[in-house]
């Protein structure tokens, strides 16, 4: 038996006796996670089951490069075939409107009106003296220059654009990127290292030829800062930059004419 006295004894003898009256508390339950574990398991089975229907039978991790490939290749035919059923559907109209002018009057001065200025528009092949430039990719390094990354070493929209906006400043009659003739409403865009142009996607080196005073194309090109700016990264990354003068071709525009949007000139 254990004897105890003073003040310390009183207050272990009333703390047991409490607790002899106290009724024990039942263990309680935790409403929450009982709840919780169905909705995890739901929620797993549901995963389980999207990941079987997206994988189709094979395996996620697999490399679907391939099909991407024939995806993009079986996508370009079908814009070839569309594109050559609209040449065949404008030819056709041509014919019928050529035809009819024949005997309307109005319909002859206005085919006239728009003869005059084909040439203008980009709707006729021009040969010519003028200036080649040709923008590339760096060759595959063993090692990226110091303070270089991936992005420094490839053509982007800015650097074409900078070429293509100099040799309209320096009086370019007529122009092509990549042989595709284009026009004031036509878009440069590069998609990764890729240029698309006209709904079409091109691959390094792009190729931008222009019809005018060659003199004069080539002074443009050196007073540009976006020019003198691609030079420099040819010296530093070793990236391509050629510019020829000689006797050059543009084909004429054979895309769509039809206009979005345009306004009255005042």
């Given at each position: 038996m254990e004897y105890t006295s003073g003040a310390a004894s009183w207050q272990k003898v009333l703390r047991r006796v409490v607790a002899g009256l106290l009724p024990r508390?039942?263990?309680?339950r935790r409403p929450g996670w009982s709840l919780g574990v169905p909705l995890i398991a739901a929620a797993a089975g549901l995963l389980?089951?999207?990941?079987?229907?997206?994988?189709?039978?094979?395996a996620l991790r697999e490399d679907r490069r391939p099909q991407l490939t024939q995806l993009i290749d079986d996508t370009r035919q079908r814009v070839a075939e569309r594109e050559a059923e609209a040449a065949r559907l404008r030819e056709n109209v041509e014919q019928q409107t050529e035809a009819l002018a024949d005997t309307d009057q109005p319909i002859a001065?206005?085919?006239?009106?728009?003869?005059?200025?084909?040439?203008?528009?980009g709707f006729t092949a021009l040969t010519g003296s003028g200036v080649t430039v040709e923008l590339d990719d760096a060759r595959r390094l063993e090692s990226l220059p110091e303070g270089a990354s991936n992005d420094d070493l490839v053509v982007h929209?800015?650097?074409?654009?900078?070429?293509?906006?100099a040799l309209w400043a320096?009086?370019?009659?007529?122009?092509?990127?990549?042989?595709?003739?284009v026009l004031s409403t036509s878009?440069?865009?590069?998609?990764?290292?890729?240029?698309?142009?006209?709904?079409?996607?091109?691959?390094?080196?792009f190729k931008i030829v222009a019809i005018g005073d060659p003199a004069a194309?080539?002074?443009?090109?050196?007073?540009?800062?976006?020019?003198?700016?691609?030079k420099d990264a040819v010296d530093h990354y070793q990236l391509g930059y050629r510019e020829t003068v000689s006797t050059v071709g543009v084909p004429a525009f054979e895309g769509s004419t039809a206009l979005r949007s345009a306004k009255v000139p005042r």
């Open positions: 508390r039942p263990r309680q389980f089951t999207t990941t079987a229907t997206t994988a189709g039978g094979t001065a206005e085919r006239g009106r728009a003869a005059a200025s084909r040439q203008s528009a929209q800015g650097d074409v654009q900078a070429v293509v906006n320096g009086g370019a009659e007529a122009m092509s990127i990549m042989n595709v003739r878009a440069v865009r590069c998609v990764g290292n890729t240029l698309l142009l006209h709904g079409r996607v091109y691959s390094p080196p194309l080539q002074r443009a090109l050196a007073a540009s800062e976006g020019v003198r700016l691609f």
